[in-house]
């Protein structure tokens, strides 16, 4: 299985941007969706973006305009770039990965998970 690392976490103030990456320990070429998720203090886990190897991407209505979510299968990454940042986007991100032929911003079928980079965003 491919294990997944977040890095690019940090605080910043609202107005900022952030590049989050997430490094995986072997090939993604054909991992099918790969995604990013957030889960802030006292809340549930939530979609924020997922791209497919035909690079078809989604983005929550809460970042889309905001963030970008792009993969790079030659180095085995996932970005997601975050401008703009608010307040509310303060979370632990988490990056995951699905095979399969299908792809939701839901935690159903996402097997490979990281560990979460905090994102820290203050007014």
């Known amino acids: 299985q491919v294990q997944l690392g977040e890095s690019g976490g940090g605080s910043v103030q609202a107005g900022g941007a952030l590049r989050l990456s997430c490094a995986a320990s072997?090939?993604?070429?054909?991992?099918?969706?790969m995604a990013w998720f957030r889960q802030a203090p006292g809340k549930e886990r939530e979609g924020v973006a997922y791209?497919?190897?035909?690079?078809?991407?989604n983005y929550a209505n809460s970042v889309k305009g905001r963030f970008t979510i792009s993969r790079d299968n030659a180095k085995n990454t996932l970005y997601l770039q975050m401008n703009n940042l608010k307040p509310e986007d303060t979370a632990m991100y988490y990056c995951?990965?699905?095979?399969?032929?299908?792809?939701?911003?839901?935690?159903?079928?996402?097997?490979?998970w990281g560990q979460g980079t905090q994102v820290t965003v203050s007014s």
């Open positions: 072997g090939s993604i070429v054909n991992v099918y969706c």
């Open positions: 995951a990965a699905k095979s399969g032929t299908v792809c939701f911003l839901l935690e159903t079928g996402f097997k490979n």
């Open positions: 791209i497919t190897t035909g690079s078809t991407t």
